[in-house]
Structures are given as C-alpha cells and as structure tokens.
C-alpha cells in the first residue's frame, strides 16, 4: 500500500511539472517577451507538441520569441513525430536564423624570383625578400592595382602592374635579367697606360663599396688584361667617377682589405685613389678564396710583362 502511494506521488509532482511549463509558455503574463528571453530550442518545439499544445499556438511562440536551430532532415522527423504540420515547419523555416555571412578572404600574392633571394618592392615599399628557392607569399595587400618591383644585385630591375582581387591568389613568375656591362675599348684602355689584348683577359664580377661599413654597393667587373687592371660599374648604384684603368705601375697596392673595414674582401690603391671590393653584394658573405684568385691573377699579369 505503501509503495502505490509513492508511484501516485511520483505521478502528481510529473503533472505539475508539465502544468507549469504549459502556464509559462500559455499564460499571456508569461508570454510577455522580456529583455535577454531565449528563442526556443528544438526541444521546447518537440516538447509543446508533444504536450498537446496547438501548432497554431506553438508557432505564435516562436515568431514571439524565434528559434535557435535549424530544420535539418532530423529535426524535421522528429517533428512531424510529435504533430508538427508542414504549415508550421515552413514558418519555422523562415525563422530561422541566418549564419553569418563569410569574413572577405583577403588577396594573396605569390612571387617566384630567379635568382632566388631577392628584394620585393610593392608601391615603391619593401615587402620582403624571396627564399633561397626564389619564393614569397604575401597576404596583406589590399585589393587593388600595385606596382610591383624586384630587384637583386647584379641584375635587371623586374617591374610589373598586378591587380589584387578579394579572395584569390595572383601569382608573378620573375626572371631577372643579369646587367650588361659594357667594357671599354681596346683603345681606350691603351690610352691609359694598359697594354695587351682584353680578348685575353681574365675577369671578375665583384661590387665596389661605397663609404663605410659596406653598406652600399655597386655591381661591376674587374678585367684584368696582360699588364693592368680595368674595372667599370653598372646597376642602380653605378657612378662613373668610381671606374678605374691603371697600367700595373699605376696599381701601387693590391691586398685584402682590412677586417675591421670589409672582410673578405680586395682593397686596390690605383693612382692614389683607394678602391675596397667584394666578392658578393650586400648580404652576403665575401669569399676570401676569391680575394686571393684575384690578387694571384693580377701578380702574374704584371710579373709576365715586367
């Protein structure tokens, strides 16, 4: 007797549960929309369906308050399982809430440079260097026209106009053509005091610094002809004045330069004007190595025509 009383218990306390979410979602004092009420979960439609609430009231509720899911495959049979008609799953439909729209995906541009490491300029602004491997990603342009630049020493300027759409990829295939440096002629050099054929010469591609710490460079080759020395600049950098022609008694010093001024590279004293040369341009190491080829070719050059 004892143990019925409890199950009735259990009975009543359910049904007053239910008769009080009825009251809540009926009761036109609760149905008062307040500040910050939620939209109705997929499981409070399912639920006041299945408390036999009307459709029609069901769907008042939630233009009241709106809906939080959406009418997927699932929910629609679940639904319909617990009395939903097809009129207040289109009205669902409607309600529900729209996914926000996309964040624009911002323009990207690739750059593939030969050679590899060099200097890229966007509107005149430098925006990185390609790898080793000729390579650079950016993806922080704005949409639009740009002007685009690469450079790298010893090279030709690459310049092209690129127009940078939201959401794609616009890629530059970069091929650097190496400066053209025109020798002085035959003439010319004998003229200054250099003797033998330039077709015999042997030659070296180096950069000239210019001012201290080696900062700014200036690509240019170094001839070295039977009894002399001829070496013109070129590239952005070029300035005549730093062109040099000397017989090998004008060449009064020709050793490595200082540590502490240019590592690695070949200071050369030509009628008392000083010249420092590297064996690379700016960022890259000097090769020692080199430095003594040169100095080895420009003794054997004058000791052959002493």
């Avoid at 009307?54 to 009395?83: H, N, Y």
Wanted: contains cysteine.
């Amino acid at each position: 007797m004892h143990l019925k009383i409890a199950a009735s218990d259990d009975h009543l306390l359910a049904a007053a549960v239910l008769l009080l979410f009825l009251w809540m979602v009926l009761s036109p004092s609760a149905n008062a929309r307040t500040v910050g009420e939620p939209p109705l979960s997929r499981n409070d439609v399912i639920r006041l369906l299945k408390g036999k609430v009307s459709v029609g009231r069901v769907e008042e509720l939630a233009k009241q308050r709106g809906i939080d899911f959406e009418i997927t495959p699932e929910a629609e049979t679940e639904m319909r399982s617990a009395g939903a008609t097809v009129a207040l799953l289109n009205a669902l439909r409607k309600l529900t809430p729209m996914s926000p729209a996309p964040s624009p995906v911002p323009p990207a541009l690739v750059i593939t440079s030969n050679p590899g490491g060099a200097q890229v300029y966007v509107d005149d602004e430098p925006n990185g260097t390609t790898s080793p491997e000729g390579r650079l990603k950016l993806t922080t342009l704005l949409p639009g026209q740009h002007q685009l630049r690469i450079s790298s020493a010893g090279y030709r300027d690459y310049e092209a106009s690129v127009d940078l759409i939201l959401g794609q990829t616009a890629t530059v295939l970069a091929t650097l053509a190496r400066n053209e440096v025109q020798l002085p002629p035959i003439a010319d050099v004998a003229d200054h005091g250099v003797g033998g054929s330039l077709t015999s010469s042997v030659s070296f591609e180096l950069w000239h610094v210019h001012g201290r710490m080696s900062v700014h460079t200036a690509h240019g080759i170094l001839q070295i002809p039977s009894a002399g020395l001829v070496f013109t600049e070129s590239g952005d950098h070029a300035n005549p004045k730093h062109d040099f022609k000397a017989s090998c008694s004008g060449i009064s010093e020709a050793k490595p330069s200082s540590p502490l001024y240019c590592p690695a590279c070949l200071h050369i004293v030509v009628q008392s004007e000083s010249y420092d040369l590297r064996t690379k341009g700016w960022g890259h190491r000097s090769d020692a190595a080199e430095v003594q080829s040169i100095l080895q070719a420009i003794s054997s050059s004058c000791e052959h025509h002493q």
